[in-house]
C-alpha cells in the first residue's frame, strides 16, 4: 500500500460528473439503502439476516420475488440495537427459513425496498473466483490481454530487468548502481512498486487457502495465461509473485532487498506510461524472515509438481536456507526509510512497511523451515519463541501464521503433543472469543473493538474468517463456519457504510479505488475483484470523509488512501474466506 504516513503529492484530482456516475446503469453512485445486506446473496440452507440501520417504527419485514412480486416470507424486526461504533441504531431481519433459490429483495413498511439478492447454491462462485483473478490484474511485467482481461487489458508496465541497486542496498558484488534484473511479481497496492514484506503474508495465505482446500482449488479456472498447464491456477498465480520474490535474494550472501521500487510514487496513470529509474534497496532482517518462510512453504506445495516444475521446490528451499542463514548473521538490520534518506540518494519515499518487533517473523520462519526440512537446527529459535502470544495475523504481525503450520502439520511428527494441544487450545479459544465479541448491531463478527477498525480494516475482516474457518476444520461445530460466514456478509455489504467492499461486486461497491490503473485507463468501472481497504477513522489521507465514526469512516474516492486503496495483503485473507466458504456450503 502506499507509506502509511506519507500524502501522495502526485495524486492527480479526480472530477467526477454526475453524467458520467450515470453513463453505467450497474456502476451508478446512489444513495445508501438502509436495509444492510449480503448485496450478493445467500445459500439456500445457511443464515440470512439483514440489518435496518435507521430509527424507523416499523417491526415488520417481507421478502418478496423478484420476478412474481409475490411475498414469500413475512418476519418481525428485532428490538432496536445501538451500535457500540457508530451512532447508528439497528434492528435485524432473520429470513433464514426462506430456502428456494431465486431472486428476490427485502420490503419494509416506511422504508422501502433493498437491493435485489440472490438464494443459490453458488452464489459465491463468481466473486470467489472474482478477488482471486484480482492478482492478474496487479502483474508487473507482462500485457493482459484482452481474452484474459476484458475491457481492462492493457499493455506490459514495468518489466523491471533493468534495475539499479540503490546506495543502501550497495554490497559486495554488487554496488551502488549496479544493474539487476527483477521481473515479474505483483503491484503491491495502488501504486506499482514491489515489496517483499507485504509478499510474506500474501503469499503463505494464498498458499494456505490451496493446501487446506486442495481438491476445491484443482477444478477452478481463472481464466489465466497459463490456465491449463496442469498447475491450479491459485499456484499458477502465486507462481508468478514467488518468481519476483526469488530476484530479490543476492546471491553473493543470501540476503533479501526490502522492495523494488521508483523513488517516487507515481501520478495516476496506466503503469506503461511510468518510465522512472527502479530500484532494489537496503536488505533487512525482516525481509529475510518473510522470504524464508515463504520459500520454505513454497518448497513443500511445489514439491508435488515437480513434473510441471523441475527443480522449482528445491530452488525455493535453498533460498529459504540461505536467507535464514543471512537473518543469523544479522539479526537486527531494520528498513528505516527517513534514517537512510539522510545517508544516501536519491531519497526513496515510497511504502517504508516497517517493522522492527520481528519475534513473530522468526517464529514462522523457523516453523515453515522445521516443518520442510525437519532440521534440529531450526529447533532453538523455534522453542524460543514458540511461547509467545498471537493475535490475528497482518503484515508485521505473522506468529499466527506458524501455528496455522503447526495445525496443519500435526502428524509430521515435528511438533511435540503438547505444542500441539496448546496451539489447538489457544485457536479455539481465540475463535470463541470472536464469537462472544462480535459487532451486535451487525451481526458480524467483525467489530470486536474500535481497532478492528483500520488502515486496512477489510483485511482484518477476511483474517478472522480464517482462523474461525480454520477452527471448524478441526471441530466441525457450525458456529464457526457460520461465523465466518458473518464476516463473508460484512464484505458484501451488511456493514455500517453499505458498501460491498469488493471492485465489480453486490449493487454498490466501490467506484474509485485508490488504485492506478482503474484511475488511469479511462474506463468507468474500475479493475474488478479488489478488496479496499475500508473503514479507517484514522483518516491519514485527511481526504474528505462523510462520516468520520469508526464503523463508518470511509469514502469512496480515489484521494482516501487511507480507507479505498487496494493492496495484495487485503486480497488474500478474502481469497481464502470466500472460497472456503463457498467450498463448505
Known amino acids: 500500500m502506499d507509506s502509511a504516513n506519507v500524502l501522495n503529492k502526485l495524486l492527480s484530482p479526480v472530477i467526477v460528473t454526475a453524467a458520467l456516475c450515470c453513463a453505467q446503469a450497474g456502476f451508478a453512485q446512489q444513495s445508501t439503502s438502509p436495509i444492510r445486506l449480503n448485496q450478493v446473496g445467500f445459500f439456500p440452507d445457511a443464515k440470512k439476516i439483514a ?69 443459490d447454491k453458488n452464489v459465491l462462485e463468481d466473486v470467489s473466483k472474482s478477488v482471486m483473478k484480482g492478482y492478474y490484474y496487479q502483474r508487473a511485467g507482462m500485457p493482459l490481454e484482452e481474452k484474459y482481461a476484458g475491457k481492462w487489458h492493457r499493455a506490459a508496465g514495468y518489466p523491471d530487468t533493468k534495475v539499479l541497486v540503490h546506495p543502501s542496498a550497495a554490497g559486495k558484488g554488487r554496488p551502488a548502481g549496479f544493474v539487476i534484473s527483477s521481473p515479474k511479481g505483483w ?49 499458477n498465480e502465486t507462481l508468478y509473485n514467488l518468481d519476483w520474490m526469488l530476484t530479490m535474494q543476492d546471491p553473493n550472501d543470501g540476503g533479501v532487498y526490502a522492495k523494488c521500487t521508483d523513488a517516487d510514487f507515481n501520478a495516476m496513470i496506466l503503469p506503461e506510461l511510468a518510465t522512472g529509474t527502479r ?19 513454497a518448497a513443500r506445495v511445489f514439491k508435488a509438481f515437480e513434473k510441471q516444475l523441475p527443480g522449482y521446490s528445491d530452488k525455493c528451499l535453498a533460498a529459504a536456507k540461505s536467507a535464514w542463514d543471512w537473518a543469523e548473521q544479522h539479526p537486527d538490520v531494520y528498513y528505516d526509510q527517513n534514517a537512510l534518506n539522510k545517508n544516501f540518494d536519491p531519497d526513496i519515499t515510497t511504502g517504508g512497511y516497517g517493522d522492527k518487533n520481528i519475534k513473530d517473523e522468526w517464529l514462522w520462519a523457523a516453523t515453515e523451515l522445521l516443518v520442510t526440512t525437519k532440521d534440529k537446527q531450526y529447533t532453538k529459535v523455534f522453542n524460543e519463541r514458540i511461547n509467545d502470544a498471537v493475535s490475528i495475523p497482518g ?18 511428527g515435528v511438533f511435540s503433543a503438547v505444542v500441539i494441544d496448546k496451539v489447538k487450545s489457544a485457536a479455539i479459544a481465540m475463535a470463541d472469543k470472536l ?14 473493538s474500535k481497532g478492528d477498525y483500520n488502515w ?90 462523510p462520516f468520520t465514526e469508526p464503523e463508518t469512516a470511509y469514502t469512496d474516492i480515489a484521494e482516501s488512501y487511507a480507507s479505498n486503496e487496494i493492496a495484495i495483503n487485503w486480497n488474500a485473507p478474502v481469497v481464502y474466506l470466500l472460497n472456503g466458504v463457498n467450498f463448505y456450503y
Request: net charge neutral; aromatic share 12%; hydrophobic share 35%.
Open 51 to 119: 440489518v435496518l440501520a435507521n430509527n424507523t417504527a416499523s417491526n415488520e419485514f417481507y421478502i418478496i420475488s423478484e420476478k412474481s412480486k409475490d411475498t414469500v416470507y413475512k418476519g418481525q424486526l428485532s428490538a432496536q440495537i445501538k451500535s457500540d461504533y457508530s451512532s447508528l441504531t439497528t434492528k435485524t431481519a432473520d429470513f433464514s427459513t426462506v430456502k428456494k433459490q431465486g431472486k428476490y429483495y427485502m420490503f419494509i413498511p416506511g422504508v422501502g425496498n433493498s437491493y435485489t439478492f440472490s438464494i
Open 456 to 545: 486496512g480494516s477489510n483485511s482484518v475482516a477476511g483474517n478472522q474468517g480464517i482462523l474461525l474457518l480454520k477452527v471448524y476444520a478441526m471441530t466441525r461445530d457450525k458456529k464457526y463456519l457460520e461465523g465466518a460466514l458473518a464476516n463473508v456478509d460484512y464484505l458484501l455489504g451488511r456493514n455500517a457504510t453499505g458498501y460491498c467492499f469488493i471492485t465489480g461486486a453486490g449493487t454498490k461497491p466501490p467506484l474509485h479505488p485508490h488504485h492506478r490503473p482503474s484511475e488511469g485507463d479511462g474506463i468507468v468501472e474500475p479493475v474488478p475483484g479488489l478488496v479496499v481497504g475500508g473503514p479507517n477513522p484514522g483518516m491519514q489521507d485527511k481526504s474528505y470523509y
Open 395 to 412: 503484515w508485521s504481525n505473522v506468529g499466527m501464521l506458524a501455528h496455522y503450520t503447526i495445525l496443519k502439520n500435526q502428524d509430521s
Open 187 to 235: 503491484f503491491d497496492a495502488g501504486d506499482y512498486n514491489k515489496y517483499i514484506i507485504n509478499s510474506g503474508i500474501t503469499v503463505a495465505t494464498l498458499l494456505s487457502a490451496y493446501e487446506d482446500y486442495p481438491e476445491y482449488y484443482k477444478k477452478l479456472n481463472l481464466n489465466l495465461p497459463e490456465s491449463g498447464n496442469g498447475l491450479p491456477d491459485i499456484l
Open 435 to 448: 464469537l462472544e465479541s462480535g459487532n451486535k448491531a451487525f451481526a458480524t463478527v467483525m467489530g470486536q
Open 279 to 297: 530500484y532494489v534497496v537496503q536488505k533487512s532482517t525482516p525481509a529475510a524472515l518473510d522470504f524464508a518462510a515463504d520459500m520454505a512453504y
